[in-house]
């Protein structure tokens, strides 16, 4: 088996650790540098198949379900999970977690004054197919107050976990919404340092995918890191 | 060398309200989990292990809405080991469970899969404020005659080495905590 080295992450890319304008950075990241260090060979399958899951888990409208359906915008979110070398990742588990269509997270410890909707949990989960694609269909969640600063609100968001060939390969991120108006006063989404990289967290709304008298559609695509050879072999 | 097309998806704080969707069964939230804090499965044998701890902020408060992930070898040091529950090797604890705001999981202690490596669970942290997940590495007390020799932990120092190693509380029983800052803040590796 030749030995696989992975990409490093793209540290000039990625949000700042310590971000005085996001106030829980400050006293929650280490301020020693990180020790870089090679891996020895591990599996690098997946560690999930179809029978892990539930199918009904990737329809948020469905899985919590109890007299009608949820409130709110129905839509479809879709999407490939590739690698850096653009190989679509089969059987990545993808999870899921928002708010609903008030802002409202179902969470105990959540206080925000907006309704819970009995008919919506607001978690899903799936996995990626031999493609790697991916399809939630879900309700477009709400933008919700915070205390990180006076009058802040997070742009609606839909939370991502997602599990690719082992912890190396490991990505939570947050889904944004095309033209959404608090971006610009959001820390969080602003911890990423450049435009282009804010962007790929922006889905793309999609006429075609929309579903007539249905749902409208958005593209969400995700990259992980690749895995390449060590300089020493050969990579067709 | 392959030129890479795409750029990496940006990483995010997993923020304060992962519960019910990451770790449900844990918290009492009626929705399964897919993974969980007991992470011994089916037929695999070995020596069963609880491990527990917390994690500290800069101001030596413990943090309850963090959520960490184990990933590990099994007895035999192989990873991605199948039984008949599905593949052993990869667990998750939040620690807003509990009042003292522990993460416990209960899994076998893991092999080496080099007679130069010391055993060690591989751990993956996130938490509101924590917008790219931290990697550490948990090592054991009765392994230390392997210490020098493990590729990780020779590039330390003992007091670094003493920061990754669980302090075992009674036989099965292994703590390790978290220091996110400080005079003991832990090693984070860029893995």
Known sequence: MAKKIWNRRNWVRQPKLIDPAYKSTILRNPKNPFIRVHLNNYSTEPYFSKSDIRQIDSDLTKNNRKTHDPIGERIIVMGHVRDEFARPLKDCLLEIWQANSAGRYIHRNEVHNAPLDPNFLGAGMTLTDENGFYKFTTIKPGAYPWGNHENAWRPAHIHFSIMGRGFVDRLVTQMYFEGDPLFKYDPIFNGIPDEQSRSRLIAKFSIEKTIPNFAHAYIFDIVLRGQHATPMENES | ?191
């Open chain 2, 1 to 191: 060398m392959k030129k890479n097309i795409l750029q990496q998806t940006p990483s995010q704080t997993v923020g304060p309200f992962f519960a019910y969707g990451l770790t449900s069964e844990q918290y009492g939230y009626d929705y399964p989990s897919v993974v969980s804090p007991k992470m011994i499965k089916g037929n695999l044998k070995g020596t069963r292990i609880r491990l527990s701890g917390r994690v500290f902020d800069g101001e030596n408060n413990p943090l309850n809405d963090a959520v960490l992930e184990i990933f590990q070898a099994d007895p035999n040091g192989n990873y991605g080991t199948k039984t008949n529950e599905g593949i052993f090797g990869f667990g998750r604890s939040g620690t807003g469970a509990n009042l003292d705001h522990t993460y416990n999981f209960e899994t076998l202690k893991p092999g080496s899969n080099a007679k130069t490596e010391a055993p060690h669970l591989n751990l993956t942290l996130f938490a509101r404020g924590i917008q790219n997940h931290l990697y550490t590495r948990i090592y054991f007390p009765e392994d230390k005659s392997l210490f020098e020799t493990d590729h990780v932990l020779k590039k330390l120092n003992s007091s670094l080495r003493q920061r990754l190693t669980a302090r075992s509380t009674e036989p099965g029983h292994y703590v390790f905590d978290i220091y996110l800052q400080g005079k003991n803040e832990t090693v984070f590796f860029d893995v």
